[in-house]
């Protein structure tokens, strides 16, 4: 290998040694090489600083493999076009990263952070309501999308759903009906819909310069159509009235109440929302603020804070004293990280 090529990969490796986790050859093989990802490029191939990776043209195609001791710089995973390599990529652009939790005795979904920043935005005038997912009266568990205009309503909406609810419909309704600027809670394609919005040259947020939103966007591994899942729950004897809370924890789905259930993910593949399956962003990187469990510990909520408006209410939030908040530590997000890419290879294993 020539003198100033090496000098590059020096600088490469120095370079990932210092900033990111480095993955070694085995990680790329496992995740694109095996599973039939490879583009066959060459790039992981020729970058390898100790000419440990080789082509293999024995089956008549070419197929990287390992001929040497891997020393696990990581440049042939993160130089792959099928990885995904770059922190932003795989939780998107934050301007900072928390675990948080309500300082109310209200005890929301983890931390119960969304609901308390809905109700701190409605009653600080921040925004004129907030359009949040609350249970049809009529059938238990089963999302419908509401407008509060209250603190005590926005609180009130505490919990978590794994069904959709047409939550930007009804914000396009508010509008309607004289609101002018909304918080918004609601899943990544939910915040995908209303970036939309605002980013098109067509987009109603763009054109109407009368109305704003404020995006809370969930983290969402996947969700469920709601017949399905009640027929699913059904099917283990649970009544939905009974329960009191679903999670989705450790690769488990959890319902909580009189009847507990826990179930591997997989096992709900049947009932999963068949969009999901096109989806790949878990965090919810087109929000101003994205909310989750990953990352943190029970009763606390994980939170990226992601424009500067969403970090004016946050640290709004903190120094009214309804919520406390604490740096999320670098373990915690690369745990995250973890967990996001997992989704996003998803859509190589589907």
């Known amino acids: 290998m020539k003198t100033d090529f090496a000098k590059t990969l020096d600088i490469s490796k120095k370079w990932l040694k ?31 600083p100790v000419d440990a990776v080789a082509a293999d043209y024995t089956q008549g195609t070419m197929k990287p493999i390992l001929v040497g001791k891997c020393i696990g ?46 109700a701190h935005m409605i009653e600080e005038g921040f925004v004129d309501a907030g359009i949040v997912a609350t249970h049809d009266k009529e059938k238990p568990w089963k999302p419908k999308a509401t407008v509060v205009t209250s603190g005590e309503e926005a609180r009130d909406s505490h919990g978590t759903f794994y069904s959709q609810a047409p939550v930007v419909g009804r914000m396009l309704q ?43 966007g969930l983290f969402c591994m996947k969700s469920f159509d709601y017949p399905g899942l009640i027929a699913f729950l059904a099917s283990h004897g649970i009544k939905p009235a009974s329960v009191e809370k679903m999670e989705i924890a450790k690769g488990k789905f959890k319902v909580i109440g009189k009847t507990l259930g826990s179930w591997p993910l997989a096992d709900l593949d049947d009932v999963a929302t068949k969009s999901c399956s096109y989806c790949t962003d878990l965090p919810a990187m087109n929000a ?24 004016h209410v946050f640290k709004s939030a903190i120094q009214s004293g309804v919520i406390e908040a604490k740096p999320l530590d670098e373990k915690s997000i690369q745990f995250i990280e973890k967990m996001a890419k997992f989704k996003m290879l998803k859509k190589y294993r589907d």
């Open 288 to 311: 101003d603020i994205s909310l989750g469990n990953f990352g943190s510990e029970e009763d606390w909520t994980t939170v990226l804070i992601r424009s500067v408006k969403g970090e």
């Open 73 to 118: 710089c990581g440049i042939c995973y993160v130089m792959c076009p099928r990885t995904f390599a770059n922190r932003s990529d795989i939780i998107g652009e934050f301007r900072s990263i928390w675990k948080a939790k309500t300082t109310s005795n209200v005890r929301g979904q983890n931390g119960g952070v969304a609901s308390e920043l809905v």
């Open 174 to 216: 508010a509008f309607q009906e004289g609101h002018h600027a909304l918080a918004v809670v609601g899943m990544s394609c939910a915040m995908d819909s209303i970036a939309r919005m605002k980013t098109h040259p067509a987009g109603l947020l763009r054109i109407d310069l009368r109305r704003d939103v404020i995006t809370l």
């Open 18 to 48: 210092e900033n990111v986790k480095r993955f070694a050859f085995k990680k790329l093989e496992r995740e694109i090489i095996k599973p039939g990802i490879c583009v066959k490029c060459g790039t992981c191939v020729s970058s390898c």
